[in-house]
Each structure stands twice: as structure tokens, then as C-alpha cells.
């Protein structure tokens, strides 16, 4: 059974950093392109950042470039997405999906929530 | 920038048919977008129905089928239950690794 598991949202002052994470079981992760998909309060969903199944390879919406930074550790079967520099219209649930081809997302973990307010 | 139309909202009989639509503020969409759909309920992670236009996802039943109409990508649940009655995401796929979201349509079920 695929899955994935979010964590390390919190609380986070403007302009301050956070990690989060997602764990993957249940399939090879290493071979997988993966995302992270966000969703603030009230809001719909907003693809923000992609990687390669080597990590070779990353993608970012515009309104987090250079900001967040896209990662993985295959030999932890975990995914990451380093935020810095946060703003208010950054608290949103973050998810991570599995992203097949980079055309569409396939297995969703339950999303962990940041919050970024003073 | 890509902005993906849906319609914010429709409304669709116990037992109807609805089909819910998917487009460009410019241009047409395609099956080179890879439209998808995903169904969403307060509270919840997303599932994926439909990927590449019109392949279901694991499990998803029947009932449930994607295409293209006309310009934009199509979602259309025929035989409406009440557990229909969610928000439904559609995404096209913009190239160099890239997805955007639709602004998501909330189907009642009445």
C-alpha cells in the first residue's frame, strides 16, 4: 500500500524557515517524480514544486522561486521542501503527491499545515 | 501566465447527468495538457480521477469519464449520488515540469 507522510508544519514567523517532510512507503520511491501541492485556508489547490526521481531535476511555480527549495533523500525514501523567507500568503496544508511523467498527480499524503503569522 | 478556467459552480440531480468543464483564459486545450481531475471533500486530501484526458484512475468507477469538448477538458459523472457532491480540481500540464490548477468547480447535489 503507497504511503505518504507529511510533517514538520507549525507555526512560523514572517520571513522565518521551515522543513517539511514526507515520507514515502510502499513503492519504489526512487523512481517516482514527486510534488508538492498546497492549499491555503478556504482556497483551492496550487502546484508549487517538482523533482526528478534522481533529484537531478527541479521545478518551482513562480511564487515560491527562490524561496523553496525541492529535495530527496532516496535512501530515506523521504521528500523535502526547505521554505524560507515565508510570508502570510504562504499558510497554507502543503501535500506531497506522487507526480508521474510531471503531468499529473497520482498518491496524496493527508497534507501538514504551516502557518505564518506573526 | 496560465490561468485555468472552471466553472465555480453547478448544481446536478440525484441521478443526473453533469459534465464539468476545463479551458484557457487563451487558447485551447488539448490532450497534450494531460488534463486531470481530482475530487476533494472538506477535510481531505484529494483523490485523482481521471489522468491523461480520460484514463481512470485505480478504482474510480465508470460512471466517471474525461474528454475533450470542443476547447476545454471535460469531467462528466452521469447517475449524480449524493457523495458526489464535493469540489472538483482539473490540472493541465504547461511543460518544463509545470502543472496549474483550476480554480476548482463545487458540485451540489439537490
Known amino acids: 500500500e503507497v504511503q505518504l507522510v507529511e510533517s514538520g508544519g507549525g507555526l512560523v514567523q514572517p520571513g522565518g524557515s521551515l522543513r517539511l517532510s514526507c515520507a514515502a512507503s510502499?513503492?519504489?520511491?526512487?523512481?517516482?517524480?514527486m510534488s508538492w501541492v498546497r492549499q491555503a485556508p478556504g482556497k483551492g489547490l496550487e502546484w508549487v514544486s517538482g523533482?526528478?526521481?534522481?533529484?537531478?531535476?527541479?521545478y518551482y511555480a513562480d511564487s515560491v522561486k527562490g524561496r523553496f527549495t525541492i529535495s530527496r533523500d532516496n535512501s530515506k525514501n523521504t521528500l523535502y521542501l526547505q521554505m524560507n523567507s515565508l510570508r502570510a500568503e504562504d499558510t497554507a496544508v502543503y501535500y506531497c503527491?506522487?507526480?508521474?511523467?510531471?503531468?499529473?498527480?497520482?498518491?496524496w499524503g493527508q497534507g501538514t499545515l504551516v502557518t505564518v503569522s506573526s | 501566465q496560465t490561468v485555468v478556467t472552471q466553472e465555480p459552480s453547478f448544481s446536478v440531480s440525484p441521478g443526473g447527468t453533469v459534465t464539468l468543464t476545463c479551458g484557457l483564459s487563451?487558447?485551447?486545450?488539448?490532450?497534450?495538457?494531460?488534463p486531470s481531475w481530482y475530487q476533494q471533500t472538506p477535510g481531505q486530501a484529494p483523490r485523482t480521477l481521471i489522468y491523461?484526458?480520460?484514463s481512470r484512475s485505480s478504482g474510480v468507477p465508470d460512471r466517471l469519464s474525461g474528454s475533450i469538448l470542443g476547447n476545454k477538458a471535460a469531467l462528466t459523472i452521469t447517475g449524480a449520488q449524493a457523495d458526489d457532491e464535493s469540489d472538483y480540481y482539473c490540472?493541465?500540464?504547461?511543460?518544463?515540469?509545470?502543472?496549474?490548477f483550476g480554480g476548482g468547480t463545487k458540485l451540489i447535489v439537490l
Open positions: 503527491a506522487t507526480y508521474p511523467r510531471y503531468d499529473h498527480f497520482d498518491y
Open positions: 523533482i526528478s526521481g534522481n533529484g537531478g531535476s527541479t
Open positions: 490540472v493541465l500540464y504547461v511543460g518544463s515540469g509545470i502543472s496549474v
Open positions: 510502499g513503492f519504489t520511491f526512487s523512481s517516482y517524480v
Open positions: 491523461s484526458t480520460n
Open positions: 487563451s487558447g485551447s486545450v488539448s490532450t497534450s495538457f494531460y
